[in-house]
């Protein structure tokens, strides 16, 4: 079994894997996506969104981080593709499951599940122009309204040389509500050869678990759920209890300090609120921490609160 640390655009980014990763139980990591439109984009734009290209394409931890690109035009996804691996990515991914609103009116991710010869001379370009030994993935949904070209996507991008394909099993229209329908996934390992990982809706290890036993597939990817319980990653693979607050409100010190020294504190606000708003579905302790934090707007403000309740008895 492989565990995946799933690309969630503006709260995975490289502070998250870091800590994540730190824990354990992970072995990869998919980058937020790099946006390509129409040109071959600097080096400084994947390095600000993947650092870890500068620590050979991994984690502190030593987890390696795949670049995920998102577009529409084959010849330029190739170009950044082969960039992206030339700079120390191990392997490109291709996203078709962006569910926004703004991403799919540009013809990014989901929207592109309604067009099935697209995705294949995407793929085509793109396993193309990246060398052999380097895997060129690639996520979807099951469809964009329905499910109706879920298989015919799926034979699409596998014929046109995806090395593997990870499966969220849900449509961009069911967005992100339950349940995600694993028995899809099970039909798509039926039409192609390539291994496929299982997505969407694993909150606890006994969803792993029934995860795979309704998919058929072995590997499984992690995203909101990770966030939810930090160690989930090592409960489902290793059977250990759950993180206790305590170390909890420690990561969410360090993470803290990164992230405000990163970002100069810009964006933290925004992302620390929204890590509570998964770490509440699993520790009351959160919930309680929440409402006060969430009238919180100044960093300092928010640092203190932490470290308030990081002085309270467990």
């Not at 577009?71 to 926004?100: H, I, K, M, T, Y």
């Not at 058929?216 to 090592?234: E, H, T």
Request: proline share 7%; hydrophobic share 45%; glycine share 8%.
């Amino acid at each position: 079994m492989r565990i995946i640390l799933a690309p969630m655009e503006g709260v995975v980014d490289h502070l998250m894997r870091d800590m994540l990763t730190q824990i354990g139980g992970f072995d990869l990591c998919i980058t937020e996506f790099v946006r390509v439109v129409d040109q071959l984009l600097p080096r400084r734009v994947f390095t600000r969104l993947c650092p870890e290209l500068l620590n050979g394409g991994k984690t502190p931890a030593g987890t390696p981080v795949r670049v995920q690109l998102l577009g529409q035009e084959p010849e330029w996804l190739a170009e950044n593709a082969a960039r992206a691996v030339a700079l120390g990515s191990p392997g490109v991914d291709l996203n078709f499951g962006c569910p926004a609103k703004t991403v799919n009116k540009s013809k990014g991710g989901a929207v592109l599940l309604k067009e099935t010869e697209t995705l294949y001379r995407i793929m085509q370009a793109v396993r193309s122009a990246v060398p052999a030994e380097f895997p060129v993935t690639a996520k979807m949904r099951l469809g964009f309204d329905d499910t109706s070209l879920a298989l015919d996507n799926a034979r699409a991008l596998a014929e046109a040389g995806a090395s593997e394909l990870t499966v969220h099993a849900r449509t961009k229209a069911d967005g992100y509500r339950p349940p995600a329908y694993w028995p899809w996934i099970a039909e798509i390992r039926k039409v192609i050869a390539i291994p496929v990982i299982a997505n969407g809706e694993i909150w606890q290890p006994a969803d792993a678990q029934l995860c795979r036993q309704q998919s058929g597939s072995s590997d499984i990817m992690l995203g909101r759920g990770a966030l939810a319980q930090p160690n989930l990653a090592l409960r489902i693979r290793d059977g250990v209890p759950l993180l206790p607050w305590p170390q909890v409100l420690e990561m969410l010190m360090r993470y803290s300090e990164y992230e405000i020294a990163g970002d100069k504190g810009l964006y933290y606000s925004n992302r620390i609120k929204q890590w509570f708003s998964y770490l509440r579905l699993q520790y009351p302790q959160a919930e309680v921490l929440f409402q006060q934090l969430r009238l919180l707007r100044k960093s300092a403000d928010i640092v203190l609160l932490l470290q308030q309740h990081l002085r309270q008895p467990a």
